[in-house]
T-cell receptor, first 110, second 120 residues
Framework: GNSVTQMEGPVTLSEEAFLTINCTYT??????LFWYVQYPGEGLQLLLK?????DKGSNKGFEATYRKETTSFHLEKGSVQVSDSAVYFC?????????FGTGTRLLVSP | GAGVSQSPSNKVTEKGKDVELRCDPI?????LYWYRQSLGQGLEFLIY????????KSGLPSDRFSAERTGGSVSTLTIQRTQQEDSAVYLC??????????????????FGPGTRLTVL
């Protein structure tokens, strides 16, 4: 079955720092790849996605590129803000369902 | 409705009692999922419904857990004889199944706000 490994958190950064959250996956077939975000006190929401190799998903300044050769989908942002503090989940799609990682908590300080 | 709704938002119960959690998916979404998020843990898949197909129950942690989906819409997750380790946030999600080349978009899931269950 599919599985995903995310870097452990919390990741603590100062405002305007560069962010990378690593995600690698194992999957049967050719999954779509997703990043979901959970802001404090809120439900999960889709942040970005990519559906084929070398696709780059982007949203709100975040980017992730579908790397089939390394089975990775690392999340990056050039300059984080305090409002980016949240838990980020990487999720490859399996057959008819997503497989979520354990999540990486990001804490951004002013 | 505009999004996935869940009720109640909070539920406090005593150990040994049964609880029912409700999920209203986005209208027209044929797939419905239940997850559990325990404190400090990731999302744990519980069960998945797709149309009239048999549900995928592979994530249910014990036979105390069951779920049904009536009329292809509303779903109820039932936990019998609750235990303290059942305390968690229970999340529901729905998705729209697309046809043909778009099937890889199938798993974009839309989540409800969750039900926080506390078992005393």
């Amino acid at each position: 079955g599919n599985s995903v490994t995310q870097m452990e958190g919390p990741v603590t950064l100062s405002e305007e720092a560069f962010l990378t959250i690593n995600c690698t996956y194992t999957a049967t077939g050719y999954p779509s790849l997703f990043w979901y975000v959970q802001y404090p006190g809120e439900g999960l929401q889709l942040l970005l996605k990519a559906t084929k190799a070398d696709d780059k998903g982007s949203n709100k300044g975040f980017e992730a590129t579908y790397r089939k050769e390394t089975t990775s989908f690392h999340l990056e942002k050039g300059s984080v803000q305090v409002s980016d503090s949240a838990v980020y989940f990487c999720a490859p799609s399996g057959f008819q369902k997503l497989v979520f990682g354990t999540g990486t908590r990001l804490l951004v300080s002013p | 409705g505009a999004g996935v709704s869940q009720s109640p938002s909070n539920k406090v119960t005593e150990k040994g009692k049964d609880v029912e959690l409700r999920c209203d998916p986005i209208s027209g979404h044929t797939a419905l999922y239940w997850y559990r998020q325990s404190l400090g843990q990731g999302l744990e898949f519980l069960i998945y419904f797709q149309g009239n197909s048999a549900p995928d129950k592979s994530g249910l942690p014990s036979d105390r857990f069951s779920a049904e989906r009536t009329g292809g819409s509303v779903s109820t997750l039932t936990i019998q004889r609750t235990q303290q380790e059942d305390s968690a946030v229970y999340l529901c999600a729905s998705s729209l199944r697309l046809a043909g080349e778009l099937t890889r978009y199938y798993n974009e899931q839309f989540f409800g706000p969750g039900t926080r269950l506390t078992v005393l």
